[in-house]
């Protein structure tokens, strides 16, 4: 309608191209629909969605409706109350002054979105729209027909006036209300959360998984955690917050290895609904909307415990990498960052870690594992710590490093091997395909073995592929351990072939045996020097030091061959009484004769013929005996310290080889005789240093120097 269409007289007659309702709903006709133009108190207010009229009672009988606009009744054009001064809490247009209707007109002229406009003569203007959704489409088919379009213009209100809590809550609900009634298609993405808290999951989530489960679709892991995310009970911790990409990556692996495709939702036992309780004063009740086809999903107790599991787990996996952002907000690319990524994660490193892992693949080739040293570690490693030394956390960092590219290194602290001296051997190998980062309880003793194992069998300065099969078939293969604990003991055998323990860590390690396991042990060193049938004199000289150490007879080892000795074919002479020798391996090596039972016939052979079933109970026994004897190489330090020499008191910690940061941490320490777990924490934290690791290092030198821990 247009203004030279209007009469001359103040009131309007109700437009013609309004008139689709019986007479006796006059109410109606005082609707006008969308893009139709008014004019009211000489302003020309455009876009129709209004009731203007002379009679429109409220829902409620409480009245005029509050949304009419009657153009009879005084407006102030001149003086208009653009604040809403003189508004009340529930207004109506035929209770508000005239300067508030002049003020009102003004708003709904000016097009409806003014900002700046007083909230209230935006709800006299919603009050309308609620009443055409909510009370006149009951019976009006073309009220029901306008649905989109009234919609859309609430839709269109709050995007403007989205800051005023009030208003935003209940054009939301609305939004809600309708959304059940009629919903929208599912979006690929889940909605948005929210702004600000709310009592409930937002309907938009609630529709969506209604929508995934009426069609049987999989739940996928982006709506699994938005879901989750969005409930009013769920308070993430820092680590998701600080790394909100790398905990959703991480949680969406978690999610895909928990449920495949995605979870499926089963139907709810009630449909889906929303109530809306009207911001208009003339509407009696509440209005409760029910969609039947779809039902209420989102409340699934047992999947949503799951997915706070999967959203738990990313979260403390990824605690440590966040805790070190909070101490180094520009530090991601770091070694030590890199290195605290969760393995699940991809990662962008800085040029320090792919100088290291270009490097690494480059000395590595093709081969199983390689002999390196950490002088060539440090040329190709940019952030090595400063000093050419490699303390426990930097052994960590360095070995997750590799990990990454499927590589592993030896020495390595995570699993008891030590640190990797100051120009000394390091060892590379392949990861096994299912990676293992941590040992498993029968490592210990195989690492025991194989480092008793390769003392002995290195005694004659050459290591068999014979002698390394027997130290695997008896000390490692009984154990069960993983592919890549086996890699692992193959490279540390390389290792402690390439730089065996000094005298000083063997003999503190095995005197440190209490008196019943020290037999063991030399049980265990005989077993694995004869258990092949072949033993060097220079492989039995080293069993006579090591019996020194543990303050053992050395005449014990004879005796201990012949138990561990073959037994004889009957195929030799009764009468025939000659020493037997053990075959010797490697260069020319005096024989060491052992006299053979004289009551059994032997044969005219130089070696022992091994018996498969006495083999095989001597490897059970070496087994049993490595898992007993397991604590004396576990958690073994770096022999660089351990050789150091003595150390004089007034110069303590240069001599037992302490760093500059680690010295500092010692001198705060001994400020007082005890500390709690919080303050010792707080004080690595400070220095950069990790609590644990750092006790360990000064404990170590204490040992070294004073027999006795910091």
């Known amino acids: ?147 989109g379009a009234l919609v859309a213009e609430v839709r269109r209100l709050l995007s403007i006036y989205h800051d005023n809590g009030s208003f935003r809550g209940y054009a939301q609900s609305l939004l809600d209300a309708m959304a059940v009634l009629a919903p929208p298609p599912r979006p690929d993405r889940p909605p948005a959360a ?17 929508q995934l489960g009426a069609e049987g679709t999989p739940v996928p892991a982006r709506w699994a955690l938005a879901w989750l995310t969005q409930l009013p009970d769920t308070s993430l911790r820092t680590p998701a917050t600080r790394c909100p990409e790398m905990f959703e990556e991480l949680f969406a692996a978690h999610y895909r290895n928990r449920y495949d495709s995605g979870v499926r939702l089963r139907p709810g036992t009630r449909n889906l609904s929303a109530g809306y309780r009207p911001a208009s004063g003339g509407i009696s009740a509440p209005a409760e909307f029910e969609n039947h086809q779809l039902t209420e999903v989102s409340d699934q107790a047992g999947v949503l415990s799951t997915l706070r599991g999967l959203a738990e787990q990313a979260t403390n996996e990824l605690d440590a990498y966040s805790r070190y952002l909070g101490r180094h907000p520009d530090g991601a690319n770091d070694s030590a960052a890199v290195a605290l990524v969760p393995p699940l994660l991809t990662v962008e490193p800085g040029n320090a870690v792919r100088s290291l892992w270009s490097w690494a693949a480059a000395v590595l080739g093709p081969a199983g594992h390689v002999v390196t040293s950490t002088v060539e570690l440090f040329r190709h490693w940019p952030d090595a710590p400063a000093g050419g030394t490699l303390l426990k956390a930097d052994m960590v960092v360095l070995a997750q490093l590799l990990d990454r590219q499927d590589i592993g290194i030896e020495p390595d602290t995570r699993f008891g091997s030590g640190q990797a001296g100051t120009n000394k051997p390091i060892v590379l190998f392949r990861h096994a395909k299912k990676q293992v980062s941590a040992p498993s309880p029968q490592y210990a003793a195989a690492l025991a073995a194989v480092n008793l194992g390769m003392l002995v069998a290195a005694a004659d300065g050459v290591v068999s592929e014979q002698e390394m099969a027997t130290l695997r078939a008896t000390a490692i293969e009984p154990l069960g351990l993983s592919a890549d604990e086996q890699l692992r003991l193959e490279a540390h055998a390389a290792l402690v072939a390439a730089h065996p323990p000094t005298p000083a860590v063997l003999r503190r390690r095995l005197s440190a045996l209490p008196s019943e396991r020290k037999s063991d042990a030399g049980r265990f060193l005989i077993s694995i020097a004869a258990i092949d049938g072949e033993i060097t004199a220079d492989e039995v000289r080293k069993l006579e030091s090591l019996f020194r150490d543990l303050g053992l007879d050395p005449a014990e080892i004879y005796s201990g061959l012949h138990q561990a000795a073959t037994t004889i074919p009957a195929t030799r002479p009764a009468e ?58 576990a958690d073994e330090e770096s022999a660089d310290d351990l050789a150091a020499p003595p150390a004089a008191d007034s110069d303590i910690l240069s001599i037992a080889g302490l760093d500059g940061i680690h010295s500092r941490l010692f001198r705060l320490l001994v400020e007082q005789d005890s500390w709690s777990r919080a303050e010792v924490e707080r004080m690595a934290a400070d220095l950069d240093l990790l609590p644990d690791g750092a006790l360990d290092v000064l404990n170590e030198a204490a040992f070294d120097t004073t027999d006795g821990p910091l």
């Not at 109700?14 to 006796?24: G, S």
């Not at 929210?194 to 209604?210: F, H, N, Q, V, Y």
């Not at 020798?581 to 059994?600: D, M, Y």
């Open 576 to 633: 025939v009484d000659e020493p037997v020798s053990l075959r010797t391996l490697g260069t020319a090596a005096p024989r060491v004769p052992l006299r053979g039972p004289e009551t059994k016939p032997v044969s005219t052979r130089t070696s022992f013929a091994l018996d498969p079933a006495l083999l095989a109970a001597k490897r059970a026994d070496s087994a049993r005996a490595a898992a007993q004897l397991a604590e004396i190489f």
């Open 194 to 210: 929210r702004d600000g808290w709310s009592a409930e999951l937002s309907l938009e989530m609630r529709i969506g998984l209604a």
């Open 1 to 147: 309608m247009h203004a030279a269409d209007l009469p001359t007289r103040r009131t309007l007659p109700v437009p013609k191209r309004a008139r689709w309702e019986p007479p006796r709903r006059r109410y109606i006709d005082c609707w006008l629909p969308d893009g139709v133009r008014v004019e009211v108190a000489g302003l020309s207010i455009s876009g129709g969605m209004l009731h203007v009229g002379s009679h429109l009672p409220a829902d409620n009988g409480s009245g005029p409706d509050p949304a009419l606009i009657d153009p009879r009744l005084p407006v102030d054009l001149r003086r208009p109350d653009v604040h809403g001064d003189s508004m009340g809490y529930w207004p109506s247009y035929s209770r508000i002054s005239p300067a508030a209707r002049g003020a009102y007109l003004r708003w709904l002229a000016g097009g409806r979105s003014d900002p700046s406009g007083y909230i209230g003569y935006v709800f006299l203007y919603f009050y309308g729209l609620e009443r055409r959704l909510l009370v006149e489409s009951r019976s009006s088919a073309e009220a029901m027909a306008e649905r």
